[in-house]
């Protein structure tokens, strides 16, 4: 069920909905509910608008080292509506922002995320939301095992299981822990969805340098899994064929692998200089023709279904719920040394103890030296 777009070599063979203008090329496929589409386009501006704040908060020192994903968002939020959240599982990368606020995560959790703060970690225990993973890919071995937990429940329950799905960057293809993750979960038949974010660049090593494969798609038929190419900016196309997805591992059919095809307009993280290792001219041309957020509100507009006024009104609102939200996060009480090791293990090891005990020891007696009060 392919429709090449044949505008760029990287997405031949992808699978769209929505041209890089908006026009649609299987107009079959686009909702319906007219209700739902401003939802998901307001789901994605909505993530796109924070990254944009993000990175001025960034550079007036409210934030550490960000990550942007400003011109990906239609692979990460288009994936996460095809979940049934909170219910389902998430596994974000370290650049999975846009996934957790279109999953629920509220904005001032990401911020405290962002500012290492413990806060960012204490997530909504009846979510099953994973917090982000800055080691390339070991998130995916991780998802194979809980989605296996759920199959297991789900037999034993009598009932549908829930699903997992996980993000990787197109350089966490080339880490052992891809291969160990997809692998299980092809063997034991795991509702499990894994999403390649494949935005051309592994910090400043080309997708060409990583592999000779063609696609990196055709990996999943080395492991025996469907696996299907998508334009990563078409939020419409994206949320589609991950809810084919869905639908597989929910039924017991096993996991399913999509690369989506997008690009990494921005610098790795607010600290890179792309200027180093790229030519601009090719990142200029994605963002500039290939805008996730202007080809479906082209459409949007262009079926009368929004308008300008709808759009300031919008970026208002977001505004002002970022506002609040910051608000929340500068608030949050300093945390102490020894809880940076608490939420590592749901019983802390032995080891652990041993550390937290002695990071308290050292607090002490650094406010009262020699044990003087």
Same mark, same amino acid.
């Given at each position: 069920? $392919?429709?090449?777009?044949?505008?760029? #070599?990287?997405?031949? +063979?992808?699978?769209?909905?929505?041209?890089e203008?908006?026009? #649609?090329r299987?107009?079959?496929?686009?909702? $319906?509910?007219?209700?739902?589409?401003?939802?998901?386009?307001?789901?994605? %501006?909505?993530?796109?608008?924070?990254?944009?704040?993000?990175?001025?908060?960034?550079?007036?020192?409210?934030?550490?080292?960000?990550?942007? !994903?400003?011109?990906?968002?239609?692979?990460?939020?288009?994936?996460?509506?095809?979940?049934?959240? #909170?219910?389902?599982w998430?596994?974000?990368?370290?650049?999975?922002?846009?996934?957790?606020? *279109?999953?629920?995560?509220?904005?001032?959790?990401?911020? /405290?995320?962002?500012?290492a703060?413990?806060?960012?970690?204490?997530?909504?225990?009846?979510?099953?939301?994973?917090?982000f993973?800055?080691p390339?890919?070991?998130?995916?071995?991780?998802?194979?095992?809980?989605?296996?937990?759920?199959?297991?429940?789900?037999?034993?329950?009598?009932?549908? #299981?829930?699903?997992?799905?996980?993000?990787?960057?197109?350089?966490?293809?080339?880490?052992?822990?891809?291969?160990?993750? /997809?692998?299980?979960?092809?063997?034991?038949?795991?509702?499990?969805?894994?999403?390649?974010?494949?935005? +051309?660049?592994?910090?400043?090593?080309? $997708?060409?340098?990583?592999?000779?494969?063609?696609?990196?798609?055709?990996?999943?038929?080395?492991?025996?899994?469907p696996?299907? @190419?998508?334009?990563?900016?078409?939020?419409?196309?994206?949320?589609?064929? $991950? *809810?084919?997805?869905?639908?597989?591992?929910?039924?017991?059919?096993?996991?399913?692998?999509?690369?989506?095809?997008?690009?990494?307009?921005?610098?790795?993280?607010?600290?890179?200089?792309?200027? @180093?290792?790229?030519?601009?001219?090719?990142?200029?041309?994605?963002?500039?023709? @290939?805008?996730?957020?202007?080809?479906?509100?082209?459409?949007?507009?262009?079926?009368?279904?929004w308008?300008?006024?709808?759009?300031e009104?919008?970026?208002?609102?977001?505004?002002?719920?970022? %506002?609040?939200?910051?608000?929340?996060?500068?608030?949050?009480?300093?945390?102490?040394?020894?809880?940076?090791?608490?939420?590592? !293990?749901?019983?802390?090891?032995?080891?652990?103890?041993?550390?937290?005990?002695?990071? @308290?020891?050292?607090?002490?007696? *650094?406010?009262?030296?020699?044990?003087?009060?």
């Amino acid at each position: 069920m $392919t429709t090449p777009n044949l505008t760029d #070599p990287r997405l031949e +063979g992808t699978f769209c909905i929505l041209n890089e203008n908006g026009a #649609p090329r299987q107009p079959d496929l686009v909702p $319906t509910d007219t209700a739902r589409l401003r939802a998901m386009y307001r789901a994605m %501006r909505r993530a796109r608008i924070f990254d944009e704040r993000a990175l001025v908060l960034q550079r007036q020192g409210r934030l550490g080292v960000y990550p942007l !994903f400003g011109g990906m968002e239609a692979t990460q939020v288009g994936a996460v509506l095809a979940l049934n959240t #909170p219910h389902d599982w998430l596994a974000p990368t370290y650049r999975g922002t846009g996934c957790a606020l *279109a999953y629920g995560l509220p904005m001032h959790k990401v911020i /405290l995320s962002w500012r290492a703060h413990q806060g960012g970690s204490r997530l909504d225990p009846d979510s099953h939301l994973l917090p982000f993973y800055t080691p390339i890919a070991n998130q995916l071995p991780h998802t194979t095992g809980i989605a296996l937990a759920e199959k297991r429940l789900a037999a034993s329950e009598g009932r549908e #299981p829930k699903v997992a799905l996980a993000f990787v960057g197109d350089g966490g293809t080339s880490e052992g822990d891809f291969h160990v993750g /997809l692998n299980f979960a092809a063997v034991f038949k795991v509702p499990a969805i894994f999403v390649i974010e494949n935005n +051309g660049w592994a910090i400043s090593t080309p $997708t060409s340098s990583q592999t000779a494969a063609t696609t990196l798609a055709s990996r999943g038929e080395g492991y025996g899994m469907p696996s299907v @190419r998508v334009d990563g900016n078409d939020l419409l196309a994206v949320a589609h064929v $991950t *809810a084919e997805a869905v639908a597989r591992a929910r039924r017991g059919a096993g996991p399913t692998l999509i690369e989506a095809i997008t690009y990494r307009v921005l610098p790795h993280t607010s600290s890179d200089d792309p200027a @180093r290792y790229r030519d601009s001219a090719e990142a200029d041309e994605w963002r500039e023709k @290939r805008d996730p957020g202007m080809r479906l509100r082209t459409y949007l507009s262009g079926r009368g279904l929004w308008s300008d006024a709808q759009e300031e009104e919008m970026v208002v609102e977001v505004d002002a719920e970022l %506002r609040s939200e910051l608000e929340l996060a500068d608030a949050a009480p300093g945390i102490q040394p020894w809880e940076l090791l608490e939420h590592v !293990f749901e019983t802390p090891t032995p080891e652990m103890k041993e550390q937290q005990a002695e990071l @308290r020891a050292l607090h002490s007696e *650094a406010l009262h030296p020699g044990g003087r009060a």
